[in-house]
């Protein structure tokens, strides 16, 4: 804006011919950027609105919600945690190769630990894939801890 400002002080010296040449392109130019730009911004709220409704109507993975839909049992899911992840958590979940589990309802999602559970997706966490009662019954005790 300060350019432009300069630059059409300095036009008042130039013949009007001149002047108005200067002042006509430069209006294009700056017109041609801000519709660029906001072409731009356009394109980029559609992708975030193409994202976000492909995100809302996924289906739900029925393993999914089967388990999260199952009560659990805590004391069940406590024996379970004993015999497949206490090698690595420890028996009371406080970590010894794998992480510390302490409160870790409170940082992940329900959802993000069955993925964890299921993919291993932290080596070298292996792969489990417990039926939807079991995992309900580790997801109880997890949230004991």
């Known amino acids: 804006?300060?350019?432009?400002?300069?630059?059409?002080?300095?036009?008042?010296?130039?013949?009007?011919?001149?002047?108005?040449?200067?002042?006509?392109?430069l209006s294009k130019s700056i017109?041609?950027?801000a519709a660029q730009t906001l072409g731009w911004l356009l394109?980029?709220?559609?992708?975030?609105?193409?994202g976000l409704v492909v995100t809302l109507i996924r289906p739900a993975d029925p393993y999914v919600s089967t388990v999260l839909n199952l009560p659990g049992n805590a004391e069940r899911g406590q024996?379970?945690?004993?015999?497949?992840c206490a090698g690595c958590h420890g028996p009371e979940g406080r970590g010894l190769v794998g992480p510390d589990l302490a409160n870790v309802s409170n940082r992940k999602s329900r959802k993000d630990l069955i993925r964890q559970v299921t993919t291993g997706e932290t080596p070298p966490m292996p792969k489990f894939q417990p039926s939807p009662e079991t995992m309900a019954d580790l997801l109880r005790y997890l949230?004991?801890?």
């Open 1 to 25: 804006m300060i350019l432009l400002r300069h630059v059409l002080q300095t036009t008042d010296s130039l013949s009007p011919a001149i002047a108005s040449a200067v002042e006509q392109s």
């Open 31 to 33: 017109e041609s950027r």
């Open 43 to 50: 394109a980029t709220a559609v992708m975030v609105a193409i």
């Open 143 to 145: 949230e004991t801890l």
């Open 79 to 84: 024996a379970i945690f004993q015999i497949n």
